[in-house]
């Protein structure tokens, strides 16, 4: 049998990750749901720190989605209060591994506290060079190829643009990731194989990997399988298509 190790030079650029199952995870364990954010959060700053070590350029992360408001308020609270406490205790270690925080999605619906929190990791790391890790936070899809479409048409509207210029490179910049590249790489934890309205348009050409564990026992050795597995398909491709 060949050891199954990843070849770092086939690191997918960009990854994307749903992270589920915090809720059931916490059932489990009769614990109440948000201890299970509490440990995802925790989770987040590992799957971070070894997505940066693994060379891998930008990870973009589901946190909150525009479905997530009808959670009960006590819950939806809690998950307000995780971008301040992230900050407080991970970002000096993030500056440190020069990771970039960036975020897609309406954040000025977010409470001030959290809005703040987010606006500080954005700032204090705004310099920094290395790995893009891109919050999804109040995000939805759907409403951001609206918000698009809109862009574009008011283009055309104004005699700024010609409705045959329309096309993906034109599309792509208008959405909120513009500049960020697609995800190579689309991982869900917890079972579950939908996408839940994230990144529609930018997963067209994604892998998906669907993976069982709830995000909050997801951990460095899991992700790296993860990883591997995606090499795996790949290969298939056998020279066919490279990277
Ligand atoms: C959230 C923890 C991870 C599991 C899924 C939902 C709950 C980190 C952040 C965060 C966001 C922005 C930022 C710094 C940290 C976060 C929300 C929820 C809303 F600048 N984890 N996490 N934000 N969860």
Redesign the pocket.
């Known amino acids: 049998m060949f050891e199954e190790t990843i070849d770092m030079n086939r690191i997918p650029d960009s990854v994307a990750i749903i ?1 589920d199952g ?1 809720g059931r995870w916490a059932k489990k364990r009769y614990l109440p749901r948000i201890a299970g ?1 509490k440990r ?2 925790n ?2 700053e590992e799957i971070t720190t070894e997505a940066s070590d693994l060379g891998i350029k930008v990870l973009t ?4 989605s525009t479905e997530n408001w009808k959670r009960p308020a006590g819950e939806v609270n809690y ?2 209060s ?2 301040s406490t ?2 407080d205790k991970f970002i000096p270690k993030l500056i440190k591994n020069n990771v970039k ?1 960036q ?1 897609i999605g309406d954040v000025s619906q977010l409470p001030d506290k ?1 809005r703040e ?2 606006s500080n ?2 700032e204090e790391t705004k310099a920094c060079t290395g790995m893009v890790l891109n ?1 999804a ?1 109040n995000y939805g899809s759907r409403l951001e190829i609206l918000n698009a479409t809109k862009k574009i048409a008011t283009e055309v509207k104004n005699g700024n643009l010609n409705v045959d210029d329309i096309n993906d490179v034109v599309f792509s910049n208008n959405l909120e990731t513009s500049g960020l590249k697609d995800p190579d790489l689309l991982i869900r934890t917890s079972g579950e194989e939908r996408i839940s309205n994230f990144l529609l348009w930018q997963i067209a050409y994604s892998e998906l990997v669907f993976v069982d564990k709830l ?1 909050p026992e997801y951990h460095a050795k899991d992700f790296r399988q993860t990883i591997i597995e995606f090499q795996k398909r790949k290969r298939r491709f056998g020279g066919l298509i490279n990277k």
């Open positions: 992270m915090n954010h995802g959060m989770v987040v992360l589901y946190a909150f998950i307000m995780l971008p992230f900050f925080v975020t959290t929190a987010v990791a954005i919050f936070l995000w």
